[in-house]
């Protein structure tokens, strides 16, 4: 009887419709990062690729900043074709307007305003790679010289002044299948060129003036920058080739975080998302600073009509996950005073350079005992043992601090005094602010004493998205011998800054082709989302960040509906595929059940699937991008362990067969 039921439920998931099916935008051409940095244009949904940003240079010709990732507090709108990006650069403030044109042609309209004196220069700056195209050629190239502008000079090399002109132009290397990419300027302009590498990779780094000289306050100026991109787009064959014969670790499915913010907003949240798709894993609160703010009174004592509000909303969210069978992580953020060395920072203010506070030594007897009663009364007054128990990115001090060594000793103790009154409840190892922090999880590593309280490693995918890192935490779940959770999944930290990007068609398709190459070089047991309440939302409308339109599904809830929809009880399979194709299979061999995920951020491919068990007959297929909220497809035959179909451009596809299918 379960299995029927479950079966029926997979069915209502992949099927159902849920309203108001359209996302806000249909697919964009210029490809624009919140904080006003464009990473491209599509062509046929192929990016033609290359970097923008705005960045100031000194008065001896050095770059001193450069609009990037978690550098500035950017602000971001869209209307129709046009997206625009306010934000500030060292003296300057800045706007910026991208407009998608006509196909392959997009305009960047920038003007930098002086807020003080100064002798800084605002610039716009262009990496286009190197490896893709020829050394630029200056376009319209004026009779008249330009006014003398002093050179730039980039971190490893002095720009050259290419002359006075209207932009470049780049013809692509053989290798870059025949592209051309133009960048002009609407007024003539001395122009320059400086070599240069971003993250290992070399580039023409290109410099186009735009305040230029002595600023006083309110002096500006603007400049409007025309790209054009065209190019050979690549509809070859992609070839992806799966193992079934080789299961890895266990996939439970998509989990999410659940720590109440919002308590107007965040209900109807969770619910639309609870109703609509299955959540395997969930990770929630403990309000720590309000269930023991200080030494007199012992929380436990007090019943539940006398907690904290605070405190019920995060075990009451327990209790829900708990009753629909999902494992319960509980973190902690805010510390009480008496715990910690130091005063508390407010507002998230750093001290002395750092975030957070250290715990007191002196009081860490203590510190178990508080966290183990919070942890007690959860499983008595409501129901739920937690299965691991962590601090919120203490490797960054949000909001505990620890160092390396103090985060095993940590696990041990804590650990340890949990068992000995009564509780299941393991350590969450690391649950680090993102993949880069390997050095924190190092000590754990080394110490076997501290493996039999761990219950899972973890880390948070905000940052560090290379493959060895990705890897890296595989490797140190296998080597405790323990589950691995991405404690977090996302892919900017700042986007509540600016929270229309949450609806922009490439935030969608970077975030989920972020979670298939985690599926398959982390091999998580879950992937548990930040969040499925109203912060960092799935959903628009209803209140969400301030839009009081009706609520409704956004293309990111779709993508993580649709890898929500994966078979129960399967296990990461090994997978090869090639860019711009990212991959990850699960299966289950005794119940003859198998889904493979696909992310292609580049234009549509035909598709050769292998290594299909030959019991396979056919493969059901969705399909979620700009126009297609999980869409199901013809149904693909498998001959011979082998399937051909289309893959869409810059869209997220998910085929699943099974023995009795």
Not at 161 to 172: E, K, S, T
Not at 258 to 287: C, G, H, S, T
Not at 475 to 487: E, F, Q, R, S
């Amino acid at each position: 009887m379960r299995k029927i039921e479950r079966l029926s439920a997979f069915a209502l998931l992949c099927t159902a419709t849920l309203g108001a099916a359209l996302p806000e935008h249909a697919e964009a051409q210029a490809v624009v990062e919140p904080w006003g940095n464009v990473l491209g244009v599509r062509v046929e949904g192929e990016v033609i690729p290359f970097e923008t940003s705005m960045c100031t240079v000194n008065a001896a010709g050095a770059v001193v900043s450069r609009t990037a990732k978690e550098r500035q507090r950017p602000t971001y709108a869209r209307t129709g074709n046009r997206r625009t990006i306010g934000t500030r650069l060292g003296p300057f403030s800045v706007t910026e307007v991208v407009e998608d044109v006509r196909p392959g042609e997009i305009t960047l309209d920038i003007r930098f305003t002086a807020d003080s004196a100064s002798d800084v220069r605002g610039f716009l700056c262009v990496d286009v790679p190197s490896a893709l195209y020829a050394s630029p050629r200056v376009l319209d190239s004026a009779r008249a010289p330009a006014p003398p502008i002093d050179p730039v000079r980039s971190p490893t090399a002095q720009s050259l002044a290419l002359g006075f002109g209207r932009g470049f132009a780049f013809d692509g290397l053989p290798t870059a299948s025949r592209r051309r990419l133009s960048i002009s300027a609407s007024a003539p302009t001395q122009l320059f060129r400086g070599g240069d590498s971003r993250g290992g990779q070399g580039v023409h780094r290109l410099f186009i003036p735009i305040l230029t000289g002595h600023s006083e306050p309110g002096r500006s100026a603007q400049l409007t920058v025309t790209v054009k991109a065209s190019g050979i787009v690549d509809h070859s064959l992609i070839t992806v080739a799966m193992d079934a014969r080789k299961p890895g670790r266990v996939f439970d499915g998509l989990g999410g975080n659940f720590r109440i913010q919002n308590p107007r907003v965040d209900p109807k949240v969770i619910e639309y998302n609870l109703a609509n798709m299955r959540v395997a894993w969930a990770r929630v609160e403990m309000p720590w600073r309000s269930w023991d703010p200080d030494t007199t009174v012992d929380p436990a004592a007090k019943d539940t009509a006398q907690q904290d509000s605070r405190v019920k909303a995060a075990m009451e969210m327990a209790r829900t996950m708990g009753r629909r069978g999902a494992p319960v992580v509980v973190s902690a953020w805010f510390p009480p005073q008496w715990a910690v060395i130091g005063p508390l920072p407010r507002g998230g203010e750093l001290v002395n350079g750092k975030r957070g506070n250290p715990l007191d030594p002196a009081r860490m007897d203590r510190v178990y005992a508080s966290i183990t009663s919070y942890l007690l009364y959860l499983k008595r007054e409501y129901g739920v043992e937690a299965a691991m128990f962590s601090f919120n990115e203490s490797d960054l001090g949000i909001d505990v601090r620890q160092t390396a060594e103090e985060h095993d000793a940590f696990n041990r103790g804590l650990g340890a005094y949990m068992k000995s009154h009564g509780l299941a409840t393991k350590m969450l190892a690391g649950d680090v602010s993102d993949a880069t922090p390997t050095w924190f999880i190092g000590p754990t590593l080394r110490d076997t004493s501290s493996w039999p309280y761990i219950g899972a490693v973890s880390y948070h995918s905000w940052r560090g998205w290379s493959d060895s890192l990705l890897t890296f935490w595989n490797d140190a779940a296998k080597k405790i011998g323990v589950p691995l959770l991405v404690g977090e999944g996302s892919t900017d930290a700042g986007a509540y800054r600016y929270p229309l990007i949450f609806q922009e068609p490439d935030m969608a398709l970077y975030e989920i082709e972020l979670y298939v190459r985690m599926l398959a070089l982390s091999e998580p047991k879950s992937i548990l989302q930040w969040q499925l309440t109203s912060d960092y939302s799935l959903l628009a409308g209803g209140g969400v960040f301030g839009d009081t339109t009706a609520l409704r599904p956004t293309q990111r809830f779709w993508n993580l509906k649709q890898l929500a929809s994966t078979p129960e009880n399967v296990s990461h399979l090994p997978i090869r595929c090639d860019r711009p194709v990212s991959c990850a299979a699960l299966g289950n061999a005794s119940a003859g059940k198998y889904a493979v995920h696909l992310v292609n951020t580049g234009a549509w491919r035909p598709m050769e699937l292998t290594g299909l068990p030959r019991a396979l007959t056919s493969l059901r297929v969705w399909t979620t991008n700009a126009t297609h909220t999980m869409t199901e497809g013809p149904r693909v035959p498998v001959r011979a362990g082998r399937a051909k179909f289309r893959l869409d451009g810059a869209s997220y596809v998910t085929v699943v067969g099974s023995r009795d299918r």
